[in-house]
């Protein structure tokens, strides 16, 4: 039974997705999940929006920030759903990475993070502030172009935003549901002028251009973690 244990909003997403080799991500994810693919190819995204409303249930605490995550794609070995896994989480909230780290046991990294916005046009920077963790720094411009429309069924834009569990390791592998309506996707343009994650992360800079969607605005909520 869904309990959503959070509530939150998600405003000006940017997704920004590369194809790469499955053994290169295999090699980086816990025991009992297999990589993702689609068409053959895992995918690293890289994922950044703001959340200017986070409501723990029961709680008095309201937070909002950005945040900023490198991710890939997994499912449980031997068959089950698929889910997002996370490399890192890096947000612009000291008590919002506390809480995060405790209740979902995900790898979140403290950061200065600001989101100013011209029109339809969204600045999102990232420094990372966590002295006990890589350095990593990223800064986009970016807007919408397009109509608003939701990833087709089978699709490879389904495959890379419709997912609707993370998978986490604390003593075990762990999974946690989130409900959302389908997103409402767009075409975007953007410039990376700094990217350092996927350094951060151990991973060498895929090659190309990453394939690129935006979402305005969704509200999401978050169940409590499942013992896989």
Do not use: K
């Not at 929006?49 to 490198?70: A, D, H, Q, T």
């Not at 997103?183 to 990376?192: C, E, F, G, R, S």
């Amino acid at each position: 039974m869904h309990r959503d244990l959070m509530s939150m909003t998600w405003l000006d997403g940017l997704f920004l997705h590369w194809p790469v080799d499955p053994a290169l991500v295999e090699e980086r994810i816990p025991a009992g999940l297999d990589v993702a693919t689609y068409d053959g190819d895992a995918w690293l995204g890289v994922v950044a929006f703001e959340m200017p409303e986070i409501r723990p249930r029961g709680s008095p605490i309201r937070l909002g920030f950005p945040e900023v995550n490198l991710r890939t794609y997994v499912e449980p070995a031997g068959g089950g759903e698929r889910g997002v896994y996370f490399f890192n989480l890096d947000a612009g909230d000291v008590l919002g990475v506390a809480m995060a780290r405790l209740f979902f046991a995900l790898p979140y990294y403290h950061a200065d993070m600001h989101v100013s916005r011209d029109g339809d046009e969204v600045h999102f920077t990232h420094q990372r502030t966590n002295p006990h963790a890589r350095p990593a720094e990223f800064d986009a411009v970016y807007r919408p172009t397009g109509s608003v429309a939701s990833a087709e069924p089978g699709s490879l834009d389904e495959f890379l935003v419709e997912n609707y569990r993370f998978y986490t390791e604390r003593s075990g592998l762990w999974y946690c549901p989130i409900r959302h309506d389908p997103w409402p996707l767009q075409d975007a343009t953007v410039d990376v002028r700094v990217n350092t994650l996927f350094e951060a992360n151990g991973f060498e800079r895929p090659a190309g251009e990453p394939l690129v969607h935006y979402a305005g605005e969704l509200h999401v909520t978050a169940d409590r973690l499942h013992r896989v």
